[in-house]
C-alpha cells in the first residue's frame, strides 16, 4: 500500500494532481484545500496518501497533511460518505473547523459541502462527534497546548489551553471543544485564554 510520494508535481486538474515518482506519474485526487497548498507544477511536492483497492481500480488519495488524512479515513467510515463526499466536506472545512463542527453539533457547516444534506450532516456529527476532540487533543493531554500544524490545520495554543482548563475541571473533552469553539467564533480575531475559559464556562453553564 502506499502511504506517502514525493516527487515533482506533473500536472494539476479541477480534483487531482499527477506526481511523477521515479518516472512514474502516479494520479491522486486530493481536496481543494491540498491543492492550493501545492507548489507550481514542476516544483517538489510531497502528499500523504490513502489507498483504496477495490476489484476494479486502485485509487489514490493525497493530503497536505497527516490531520486531513486521518479525517478523510473517519469519513468514509460513515454510511453514505464515500471518497468523493469526504473530500468535499475537506474542501470546504479545514480539520479543526471539522472538529469544532462535530463537537458542536454544527449541521450546517457541514452542509456547506457538496453531497451533504440534513440526514447526511446529522448522521455524520452522530457517528463522529468524539472524534474531535480525540484527533485535535492527542498529543495536548497534561494542560499542555495543542501545537499549531500550519495552514490551517492546528488549532492556536489558547484555544487549546482553554479546553485543557475546563477538561480539568471536570467537562468532557467534546462539550469542552465546542464550548471554546463557539466562544472563539463570537468574540473573533485573538482572544485571551481568560476569556476563552470564561465565555466557554458561560456556555457550558447555560447547557446545564
Request: proline share 2%; net charge neutral.
Amino acid at each position: 500500500m502506499i502511504a506517502s510520494l514525493k516527487g515533482l508535481l506533473d500536472a494539476v486538474a479541477e480534483d487531482s494532481v499527477v506526481v511523477e515518482v521515479g518516472g512514474v506519474g502516479y494520479l491522486v485526487f486530493c481536496s481543494a484545500r491540498t491543492l492550493t497548498a501545492l507548489p507550481r507544477v514542476g516544483e517538489a511536492v510531497a502528499l500523504k496518501i490513502e489507498t483504496h483497492v477495490r476489484e476494479d481500480h486502485i485509487h489514490l488519495y493525497g493530503f497536505a497533511s497527516t490531520a486531513e488524512r486521518d479525517w478523510f479515513r473517519h469519513l468514509i467510515t460513515v454510511q453514505g460518505v464515500g471518497a468523493r463526499v469526504a473530500l468535499a466536506i475537506l474542501s470546504v472545512l479545514s480539520p479543526a473547523e471539522l472538529s469544532g463542527a462535530l463537537a458542536a453539533g454544527d449541521k450546517a457547516m457541514l452542509g456547506r459541502a457538496s453531497g451533504v444534506g440534513p440526514k447526511l450532516a446529522q448522521r455524520i456529527v452522530t457517528e463522529l462527534k468524539d472524534k474531535g476532540a480525540t484527533l485535535e487533543f492527542s498529543g495536548a493531554e497534561g494542560g499542555g497546548a495543542a501545537r499549531p500544524r500550519g495552514g490551517g490545520d492546528g488549532l492556536d495554543p489558547a484555544l487549546g489551553e482553554a479546553v485543557s482548563a475546563l477538561v480539568n475541571l471536570g467537562y468532557g473533552r467534546a462539550e469542552a471543544f465546542g464550548a471554546v469553539m463557539e466562544a472563539a467564533r463570537e468574540l473573533g480575531g485573538v482572544a485571551k485564554v481568560e476569556v476563552l475559559i470564561r465565555s466557554g464556562l458561560n456556555r457550558l453553564g447555560a447547557a446545564a
